[in-house]
């Protein structure tokens, strides 16, 4: 007598099996109709023998024999090599399954999460910029009606000033992403696979920008508000972290030079001739020179006499010529 358990195991598995089978045909479809879009179809790639086995196997519910899932296999790769970086899974993706509505495609709903962490970000931003420019020019009115509430609403702007770079670092961030979605949404490759690289480059991002201002104004000592070079640095950092990184590399390099170089440092000093400059501190006056200049001639171009003028969704202090005279 057979045992059931067994029995219905070897049905499970065969089922399973024939599942695999039916979605390697859809798959190898798919790719096959995306290169005959694009004009890009592998010779070797006979349409009439893909259709032969999608109506063995689909339309006829028959099994393939040996050579039509090998020949099914070799297919695949060959599509898979000649049509990267698109991939079935990219245009499983990207496929609506209601009609031509691709904002329903699993790609689809990425980008609508993407818009409302975008808009979000923005609204924080222009909540912190309105309040930035209330307070500072309606400062005194508030401290002669508030009294002792004041100080909380004074504690609010500095909290507001704190957050303003990090904002502007996931502005940035997404920003980016919105611009490689598009991308990859346009030639099909967007593949849910990277999406937790998606949400890990937008913390990166908003770390990026406020940790970047936080190395270029030391914390803001002296200034009482957000210089427009800071918060543009933020987004620049946000948007692409490779600059936030590369003054962090160039910082490491500086404080740990070789003993080589050390050495011959050494060998030239002559005595009598006083303290030689630490190489050290040279670089990294060097690198933040050098972050200062591209900043400042970044907005240069941008900037203008009405730019002084305190407007709506700016800061009030611009100091754009500071670095050119000091």
Same mark, same amino acid.
């Given at each position: ?224 508000? /957000? ?15 490779? /600059? ?75 100091? /754009? ?6």
């Amino acid at each position: 007598m057979d045992n059931p358990t067994s029995t219905q195991f070897v049905v499970d598995e065969t089922s399973h099996h024939l599942g695999q089978i039916n979605e390697v045909i859809y798959d190898v479809m798919r790719l096959a109709s995306y290169a005959i879009e694009t004009g890009r179809l592998p010779e070797e790639v006979s349409l009439s023998e893909l259709y032969r086995i999608w109506e063995i196997r689909i339309e006829l519910q028959q099994s393939l024999t040996a050579n039509d899932i090998d020949l099914l296999q070799h297919y695949f790769h060959l599509l898979k090599t000649d049509l990267e970086p698109v991939s079935a899974i990219s245009l499983r993706a990207t496929e609506s399954k209601f009609g031509n509505d691709s904002m329903q495609t699993e790609a689809g709903k990425h980008v609508r999460r993407m818009w409302i962490t975008a808009f979000s970000v923005l609204g924080l931003i222009l909540m912190i910029n309105i309040f930035q420019y209330s307070f500072e020019f309606y400062g005194g009115q508030m401290a002669q009606s508030m009294g002792e509430g004041f100080s909380l609403m004074s504690i609010a702007y500095w909290v507001a000033m704190a957050i303003a770079p990090f904002a502007y670092g996931a502005l940035g961030a997404s920003v980016r992403l919105l611009r490689v979605t598009e991308q990859k949404l346009r030639d099909r490759s967007f593949d849910p696979r990277r999406l937790p690289e998606h949400r890990n480059r937008l913390v990166l991002g908003m770390l990026s920008g406020g940790v970047l201002v936080m190395l270029y104004s030391s914390g803001g000592v002296g200034d009482t508000s /957000v210089k427009l070079t800071e918060v543009t640095l933020g987004f620049i950092a946000g948007y692409s972290i490779d /600059v936030l990184f590369s003054v962090l590399d160039g910082m490491v390099a500086a404080l740990t030079p070789n003993s080589g170089r050390a050495q011959n440092v050494t060998a030239k000093s002559k005595p009598g001739t006083g303290t030689r400059p630490d190489p050290r501190n040279t670089s990294l006056k060097a690198d933040a020179q050098q972050i200062k200049t591209i900043v400042d001639e970044g907005i240069k171009a941008a900037s203008s006499p009405a730019a002084k003028k305190p407007a709506f969704g700016k800061t009030a202090t611009v100091d /754009v010529n500071s670095s050119a005279t000091g």
